[in-house]
């Protein structure tokens, strides 16, 4: 009986997963940068996380060496308490930076949950409710802003099966466009629509541009073709332009990618300025974004989870997609723009007929080809990481981030 009980133990301990020491690398691209952290526990077990941080990639590596006192030495397995200490102890309100460093580290605890129970991170968030998780694809626009060649690089799309697109047709321009500028935009929505099949939706990007009447009088131009959302029509903190806008058009509204604690959603949910929310797990957390999600099905929003990062990135919205029930459509990038950042993991989550499949590998059953990592770094001055960004107000060709075209 006793050695029945030891080997009970053996098989089921949980032990204390101890996290002992870290390490970050970083993948540079034409226009953006992929950091990842690595976490070793005392168990020998390691987890990885991921983020695409925006402008800030120095900034966050070196906050990592700040806040070590949060992780080092703590279990893996206490992921509230962590962010407890990122959001509360340090007696500083939390910024993008902050919650980023905590939804890196979140998600690399994640993996050693899993790993160590031997079960995939969704059945760590509550199972799942469906097995096949709707994209749509972002990055494939990386071409001149004439309306035909925004038409034949939207059939690519279409001939790769997605069930939906999603495009910044404005070009450069703040608060209001020029007439001129007006006019060809609304040209390639137009030209856009017309090759995209009827259970093809497509999703019209604003990154935030607008001023709330310009927002109101572009939906109103563009209400007749159907689209599935309008992203971040105003500027994401000012949610009153964003309700105005919304009180205006039938369009449904998504916004969300910007904001990084509950607290900045609470004004979103109890204004009802939004129809889909676009929380990104790697700036607010897995986890945290779970339990966001159960707040927007008791307003009646759906989630859409913004998705511009890597292997880890994709996988962890494909997790948490799979176990929210008002779970929408999953943006993915990396079949258009920065297709080798696929290579950065041993294996990456495809797209097939408008789906990716949910793993089943232990936590995000991922690991990290370290020969890639090392063969494409970030630009630097000096020691400090450089960020490409877009800059979208500024630069005219900025959507095609920096990408050679292919015949």
Known sequence: MNIHLK??????????????????????????????????????INGIGEARILGRTHTVLELLKD????????????????????????????????????SMLEMACLDIQGKKAGIPVYKLLGGKV?????????????VEREPEAFKSAAEKVVQKGYLGLKFDPFGNGDLEL?????????ELIEAVASVLPEHV??????????????????????EKLKPGW????????????????????????????????PSEYRELFERRCANIIQVDPTNFGVWESKKLAFMAEAYSMMVAPHNVGGVISTLAGIHLMASIRNGKILEHFN?????????????????????????????????????????????????????????????????????????
């Open 230 to 261: 309008i992203e971040e029509p105003c500027r994401p903190n000012d949610l009153g332009a964003h309700a105005l806008v919304m009180s205006h058009t039938n369009i449904p509204i998504a916004t969300g990618e910007r904001l990084y604690t």
């Open 201 to 222: 939706q497509m999703f019209i990007e604003m990154h935030g541009r607008f001023s709330a009447h310009q927002a109101i009088e572009i939906a109103k131009d563009i």
């Open 178 to 186: 020029t007439r001129k500028e007006y006019k060809r935009s609304i």
């Open 130 to 142: 469906r097995d096949k998780i709707p994209a749509y694809a972002n990055g494939w626009y990386t």
């Open 7 to 44: 080997l009970f133990e053996e098989v089921f301990t949980i032990g204390d997963l101890k996290i002992t020491n870290y390490r970050t690398y970083v993948v540079g691209t034409p226009w953006r940068n992929i950091t990842y952290v690595v976490l070793e526990t005392n168990e020998g």
């Open 67 to 102: 806040t070590q006192r949060h992780f080092i030495g703590h279990s893996a397995y206490d992921i509230e308490a962590l962010y407890q200490r990122f959001t509360r102890d340090d007696f500083n309100l939390p910024g993008g930076e902050d919650i980023t460093a905590f």
């Open 335 to 407: 079949d258009f723009a920065d297709e080798e950042i696929k290579k950065a993991g041993t294996w990456y989550p495809e797209v097939v007929d408008g789906y990716f499949t949910v793993p089943e590998e232990p936590g995000w059953g991922v690991e990290l080809n370290y020969d890639f990592i090392e063969n494409n770094p970030p630009q630097k001055h000096g020691d400090v990481i450089l960020d490409p960004g877009l800059n979208m107000f500024v630069k005219p060709d900025w959507q095609k981030r920096g990408q050679t075209q292919k015949d």
